[in-house]
C-alpha cells in the first residue's frame, strides 16, 4: 500500500465550477498535512498547510482533514484557467521518520 | 531577494560521467532536501540533511552523492553508478522537515 494515494486524473472542470481533489494516506500517525501546485515543466508551490480534523480556507482553496477516515481533500472554487496544473498532496508519517511522502499528484484541466 | 537557487535549468551527461548539480539557498533554512520526479510519478527523496556537515540517505540514494559544508548550499553529485538519471531534479529547503520550499528544478539529461 502506498503511504500517500491520490485521484490519478486527469480532472477536467468548466470555469467557475469546483474542482474537487482526494487524497488518502496510509499511516494514522501522520499529524502534518500539504497541497502543492505544480505547474508543467515548473517546480512545486506550497498552496495550504492542514494540521487539525476539520476544513481550512484560503481565498478559493479550503483544504478539509478527517483524520478517522485518513483523507485529506482540497476543494478550488471558481476554478480559472490559471489553476490548470498537478497537485501534489503530501503527508508527514510516523513510519517514513516524519520525512515528507507525496501522492503521484492529479492533474487538473480547466475548460474556459 | 530571498529564494532558494539551482543550476544549472538544464544538464547533460555522457555515460560513465559524473555530474554536479548545485543548490544555494539564503533563506537561513537548516533543513535541505534532495528529490527526483519521473514522469506521472511523485517526488522521491534522494538525500536529506538537517544540519551542516551531516546528511541522511532517503529512499533512492543508490547512485548519488552529496555534501554539506555549508549552510546555504547542499549540492547533489549524479555518479556513473546512476544507470537511469534522466529526471527532473527538485532540491527543497525549510524550517522544519515538513514545510519545505522548492528551487525551479533542473533537468538532467542523458547523451
Known amino acids: 500500500q502506498k503511504e500517500v494515494e491520490q485521484n490519478s486524473g486527469p480532472l477536467s472542470v468548466p470555469e467557475g465550477a469546483i474542482a474537487s481533489l482526494n487524497c488518502t494516506y496510509s499511516?494514522?500517525?501522520?499529524?502534518?498535512f500539504f497541497w502543492y501546485r505544480q505547474y508543467s515543466g515548473k517546480s512545486p508551490e506550497l498552496i495550504m498547510s492542514?494540521?487539525?480534523?476539520g476544513d481550512k480556507e484560503d481565498g478559493r482553496f479550503t483544504a478539509q482533514l478527517n483524520k478517522a477516515s485518513q483523507y485529506v481533500s482540497l476543494l478550488i472554487r471558481d476554478s480559472q484557467p490559471s489553476d490548470s496544473a498537478t497537485y501534489l498532496c503530501?503527508?508527514?508519517?510516523?513510519?517514513?521518520?516524519?520525512?515528507?511522502?507525496f501522492g503521484a499528484g492529479t492533474t487538473v484541466t480547466v475548460r474556459a | 531577494d530571498g529564494g532558494i537557487t539551482q543550476s544549472p535549468k538544464y544538464l547533460f551527461r555522457k555515460e560513465g560521467q559524473n555530474v554536479t548539480l548545485s543548490c544555494e539557498q539564503n533563506?537561513?533554512?537548516?533543513?535541505m532536501y534532495w528529490y527526483r520526479q519521473d514522469p506521472g510519478q511523485g517526488l522521491r527523496l534522494i538525500y536529506y540533511?538537517?544540519?551542516?556537515?551531516?546528511?541522511q540517505k532517503g529512499d533512492i540514494a543508490e547512485g548519488y552523492s552529496v555534501s554539506r559544508e555549508k549552510k546555504e548550499s547542499f549540492p547533489l553529485t549524479v555518479t556513473s553508478a546512476q544507470k537511469n538519471p534522466t529526471a527532473f531534479y527538485l532540491c527543497?529547503?525549510?524550517?522544519?522537515?515538513?514545510?519545505?520550499?522548492f528551487g525551479p528544478g533542473t533537468r538532467l539529461l542523458v547523451l
Open positions: 503530501a503527508v508527514n508519517p510516523p513510519s517514513n521518520d516524519y520525512k515528507l511522502s
Open positions: 499511516d494514522r500517525g501522520s499529524q502534518s
Open positions: 492542514i494540521y487539525s480534523n
Open positions: 533563506l537561513n533554512h537548516d533543513a
Open positions: 540533511s538537517h544540519i551542516v556537515n551531516d546528511f
Open positions: 527543497a529547503c525549510g524550517e522544519t522537515q515538513e514545510t519545505q520550499y
